[in-house]
């Protein structure tokens, strides 16, 4: 029997313990949600007492109706609230409605935006990922780079610089979609005369939307910025180095899982099919699926014929539940 030699062996990827999570982002992420609750409620706070202030006037006695508008369900009085209202004094409400959105969800500006750090982390984290698996197979690789190098590098630092203009035209968007529909509920309110406890509670709801929407936007950025990580160094071992990487796609396999997500379980792709995906149909949204770099034979097979048969029976069994 042939022994291959130390420094040619291939060894094997580190596949994550956790098949709900393969990309052990869970923790990370439930942070950055606790964040965007309190920044919220500091935002539910500060519209109440801006609301309390500006939204005076005189409620006449009704019968109580419902008026639709758009999606929202007003509950009014047949007689109408009557607010002391100009509309120059409207369009200054609804301005400083628009900064204490962007005190919350745009603090620290474009140079420094609070959802910063956690994209940098996280990006950092692949980044560490991608370099602890490819060393683990490739002596080549370890011998060839460290994670100081790499996290130092122009084209790190450059993707991460690319992953800040990204992240903060997704909030700038957030803020502004949640302006733009308060402003909706806000003036016809005024306009049909909705009383302020009304207004108030519809108000609350459509925040809660646009919270559900932020941390939908928070899970995306950071698993991303994982991703496009581990994807960097695959291109870059492959390119610098000459080895013949690819990306194992390691899905959840959750019951809310994707069918066409879950039938990638276990394969390899190249950086830009994987890209591709995520390009199309909302796959990059709500997505917990994993790729890690992996070293390939000729034939485009990883080595480990046990781990490629034990990840193939994942997704059989998955398809099959």
Known sequence: MTTIPART???TP???RNKADPTQSARQVGRMYRDIDDRYYRIKLAL??????RLT???????????VYGDVIYQVNAGSYIYDMTAAQLADLLQRVQLILDDALLDGGS?????????????ERGTQQAFTNLSVQSAVYEQQTTLAQLLSSPAYQNQVAAAYVSTYSDWKGISDAARADLANVISNSIGRGVNPRETARIISQRLDISMARAKNVAQTEQVGALRKAQWQEADWARERLGLN??????????????????????????TEEVEAFYATNGNRYDCYCSQIPVLLSDNR????????????KERNQWVDR
């Open 57 to 67: 006037g005189t409620e006449r006695i009704g019968n109580a109706s419902h008026a």
């Open 245 to 270: 990487t690819a990306l194992l796609w390691l899905s959840a396999l959750k019951p809310t899982t994707r069918s066409w997500h879950a039938a990638r379980h276990g394969r390899a792709y190249t």
């Open 14 to 16: 580190i596949i994550p």
């Open 9 to 11: 062996r291939i060894g």
């Open 48 to 53: 109440k007492q801006l609301l309390d202030a």
């Open 111 to 123: 140079q420094n935006l609070w959802a910063l750090e956690y994209v940098a982390a996280e990006y």
């Open 301 to 312: 097979n990883i080595f480990n014929e046990g781990l490629a048969n034990k990840l193939k």
